[in-house]
């Protein structure tokens, strides 16, 4: 086995232990330890943190480094509350993800549907 091809089980193991860990915690706590595991992957592990800046720079060239860096931060630590939401919501039945799902705006979407 590579070290990639480990790496990348290792990765999945910890995902796997992650969503389950997240499925028996409260609503609540599970999308807190989302946004801080998004928090310390911005920060120790910084995958594609090189591709993010570069974004940052490119969409908001009048804005500071260390705003972009900010934004860069925060958009990870809603990544990972994100992806625990999906991780609960992976476990949920129909009916259960339509009671919880809030739609806003859908007149816009109709009108343009209907155009």
């Not at 499925?23 to 310390?40: F, K, N, S, T, Y």
């Not at 804005?63 to 900010?70: G, I, K, T, V």
């Not at 925060?74 to 476990?91: I, T």
């Amino acid at each position: 086995m590579t070290g990639q091809a480990l790496r990348h089980r290792v990765e999945y193991v910890l995902l796997r232990i992650v969503a389950g860990v997240c499925a028996i915690l409260p609503e609540v706590v599970a999308d807190r330890a989302g946004a801080a595991l998004g928090w310390v992957a911005a920060r120790v592990g910084r995958p594609r943190w090189a591709v993010v800046r570069d974004h940052l720079r490119r969409a908001f060239p009048e804005a500071d480094e260390r705003w972009r860096r900010d934004v860069g931060r925060r958009c990870y630590a809603h990544l990972g509350a994100e992806a625990v939401a999906v991780f609960r919501l992976a476990g949920m039945g129909p009916r259960e993800v339509r009671e919880r799902t809030r739609v806003t705006g859908l007149e816009v979407v109709e009108a343009a549907v209907r155009k």
